[in-house]
């Protein structure tokens, strides 16, 4: 019998914290964090094998592309730590934080868990740097400000392993290593907005000014370069 072809993933899949020399209160750290991470998603099985293979593929992509991979795995762990919420709770959480996008938070519902766990979690993990939770904040909605930290969180969680490949994750997937960062995290980011229009699903409508401000910024920095070639 012809065996099944691999997806072409696991040809890359990481393996856990096995390559870096972390210091012991990192990896400390990073145990704690991963246990405490199966503890509130015990009841999403789902939920928590994603957290487990975002926190790993994170790791893996920092080391890649020179970001801090302690960091990362850190922001890994915890990005989904609020998905366990109900909706409604969510929403609650957010208006008590005074989280305002613009538009009835029931209509960005699945945009504020990220948010919300960056503004819950500093007080339970006060030695982690504001860095880990501005790419938790913003995981799923990205940011004009992305730093290298939150594009390799918005990458892992687009391209880890467990996530069923669709034809643009798996172009994303075949570029790590390829291109750069920024051009990793572009092609993730543009090939979210399309599986948001083509599946006709609501718009955040930041999203287009990100989108804006990013494409500029790419522009710009595209000109200088060939200015100085
Ligand atoms: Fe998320
Ligand atoms: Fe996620």
Redesign the pocket.
Known sequence: MRKKAKDSSELWRPKKHSTVDYEPWQRLTLMRLETDTRTQLASKKHRLEHSLSVASMAEHLAILYDVDPFLACAAGYL??WD?VLSAEELIRRAQRFGIDLGVPLESVEPLL??MVAARELPERYPHLPEEVWHAIAC??SAAEDMSPLDMVLFVA?GIEPLRRASEGIQQTRSLVGHVSLDDLFWNAFVGGLVYVLEGGRYLYPRAIDIYNSLAQDRLRARNLKERRA
């Open positions: 990005h989904d998905k868990h990220g995981h799923t969680d």
